[in-house]
């Protein structure tokens, strides 16, 4: 997708603050930070939302639950507590449409709710 943000992080084309990288998955620190610790996570293969996976993604989006639980250990963040949460479209104020998890730490975070 030569207009989404994220899949020009992943070529290179736009700078990032990377946490973690392997061949299927890339994990970056967010330009806006909304909590201490506000990681991004997200597959490499360009996928609009989680509503638009298809089930050959699933395998790709456990391995990304995992790397979020890989990389809230690393941060040290296990015992206090963080949060990993994706946004899908406008209800839920999705604004990059390339798939992308959130992993928030550092604080006590707000609750879930409107
Ligand atoms: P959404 O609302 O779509 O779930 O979240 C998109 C997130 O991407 C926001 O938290 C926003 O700050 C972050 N973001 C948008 N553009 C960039 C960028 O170019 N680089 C990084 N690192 N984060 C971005
Ligand atoms: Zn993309």
Redesign the pocket.
Do not use: E, R, Y
């Given at each position: 997708m030569s207009d989404c943000?994220?899949c020009?992080?992943v070529a290179g084309d736009?700078p990032?603050?990377k946490v973690y990288e392997d061949d299927q998955i890339l994990a970056?620190?967010?330009?806006?930070?909304?909590s201490p610790i506000?990681v991004?996570i997200i597959p490499k293969k360009h996928i609009a939302s989680l509503a638009e996976a298809g089930d050959e993604d699933w395998v790709l989006i456990g391995h990304i639950q995992g790397a979020a639980a890989q990389i809230a250990r690393e941060l040290e963040v296990e015992q206090s507590g963080y949060r990993v949460v994706?946004?899908i479209g406008a209800n839920?104020?999705?604004?990059?449409?390339h798939l992308?998890y959130?992993l928030m730490a550092g604080a006590r975070l707000s609750p879930l709710g409107v």
């Open positions: 943000i994220f020009k992080i736009l990032s603050k970056f620190h967010d330009i806006q930070p909304a506000h991004l994706t946004n839920a104020g999705q604004i990059v449409h992308h959130h």
